[in-house]
């Protein structure tokens, strides 16, 4: 069955430190988008990306970085973790385009900056 | 900044009573709604979709779409202890890009 996978599901890690949190999709879906959520504030959106080669900044971009080389995955990376950084982390794809698709949610990874 | 607001709970409502969650939302151009039911520690999940006015119905579940008043509502009908989660409104913000409300979170008790 497809789906969407992501990895580490946990992590912990100090503050400085660059990170990478992978997100691999088997819908082969275009569209990838990586949220994180916080107490109080709901979903947010970090980055996205509608196709290969496609990247695009989100609500919340500042201190992470996306690249898109295939269809299947789209990794994030924190360039230097910070405490803030702490948080859960969901990444979601879909289909097509003009905003009908439905998004699928991988299982989230709960990362610890200390 | 396109923004959807959504009380935050909790609903207590009683096992088998009917559960009314509300959402509004700022974008007038918006076209695309989304009802996300997340359990504690687990990823959201798609409950229903809804595009048009009026109501759109899937067993248990009735999403209420009203464009000109900027709000979008979901009933759960016969309340069960498994519907007890966090539901997210989630309203299409551009292309393919979402913005979620900060969700309510429901309780029911047997």
């Known amino acids: 069955d497809a789906e969407i996978t992501q990895s580490p599901r946990h992590k912990i890690t100090e503050t400085g430190r660059q990170v990478t949190l992978a997100c691999h999709q088997t819908?082969?879906?275009?569209?990838m988008f990586w949220y994180r959520q916080d107490l109080g504030h709901g979903l947010r959106l970090i980055h996205y990306?509608?196709?290969?080669?496609?990247?695009n900044k989100g609500e919340v971009s500042d201190g992470y970085s996306v690249s898109r080389s295939n269809t299947e995955d789209l990794p994030l990376t924190l360039e230097s973790a910070a405490s803030s950084q702490t948080s859960v982390y969901f990444c979601a794809s879909s289909d097509g385009g003009g905003g009908k698709e439905t998004q699928y949610f991988g299982p989230g990874t709960r990362l610890l900056v200390l | 900044q396109k923004e959807v607001e959504q009380n935050s709970g909790p609903l207590s409502v009683p096992e088998g009573a009917i559960a009314s969650l509300n959402c509004t939302y700022s974008?007038?151009?918006?076209?695309?709604f989304f009802w996300y039911r997340q359990y504690s520690g687990k990823s959201p999940e798609l409950i229903m979709f809804i595009y048009s006015n009026g109501d759109k119905e899937d067993g248990r579940f009735t999403a209420q779409l009203n464009k000109a008043s900027q709000y979008v509502s979901l009933l759960i009908r016969d309340s069960q202890p498994s519907d007890s989660a966090t539901y997210l409104c989630?309203?299409?913000?551009?292309?393919?890009?979402?913005?979620f409300g900060k969700g309510t979170m429901l309780l029911v008790s047997p």
């Open positions: 990306s509608y196709g290969v080669q496609d990247t």
């Open positions: 974008d007038r151009g918006s076209q695309s």
């Open positions: 989630a309203v299409n913000s551009g292309y393919s890009t979402l913005t």
């Open positions: 819908w082969n879906h275009n569209n």
